[in-house]
């Protein structure tokens, strides 16, 4: 069973910055992909970024310019930097990995505040 676990999570204020990262178990180079969604209470989760095993990235039109998707293979570790953070981007955010059976893996969120 794939284990994923995000953290980096936290309250910062507009304009401030956090990273967020996620391990997971067993090798980088089993997954077909790797990404970032956010969930905000009431809405749909929607994805902020995916990168995949060749680090073709991918962002979301509110997060370009702001916030960096990357990956460390040794680590077993995806980040994702966030710079300039509004209030609009306080959300539940969730790392997700999918292999090449396209089996989706979650973690279970890492809560992200921008408030003053």
């Known amino acids: 069973q794939v284990q994923v676990v995000e953290s980096g999570g936290g309250l910062v204020q507009p304009g401030g910055s956090l990273n967020l990262s996620c391990v997971v178990s067993?090798?980088?180079?089993?997954?077909?992909?790797m990404g970032w969604y956010r969930q905000i209470p009431g809405k749909e989760r929607e994805l902020v970024a995916k990168?995949?095993?060749?680090?073709?990235?991918y962002y979301a039109d509110f997060v370009k310019g702001r916030f960096t998707i990357s990956k460390d293979n040794r680590l077993n570790t995806m980040y994702l930097q966030m710079n300039n953070l509004k209030p609009e981007d306080t959300a539940v955010y969730y790392c997700?990995?999918?292999?090449?059976?396209?089996?989706?893996?979650w973690g279970l969120g890492s809560q992200v505040t921008v408030s003053s």
């Open positions: 067993g090798s980088m180079l089993n997954f077909y992909a």
């Open positions: 997700n990995v999918i292999d090449y059976y396209l089996i989706d893996y």
């Open positions: 990168i995949d095993r060749s680090d073709y990235t």
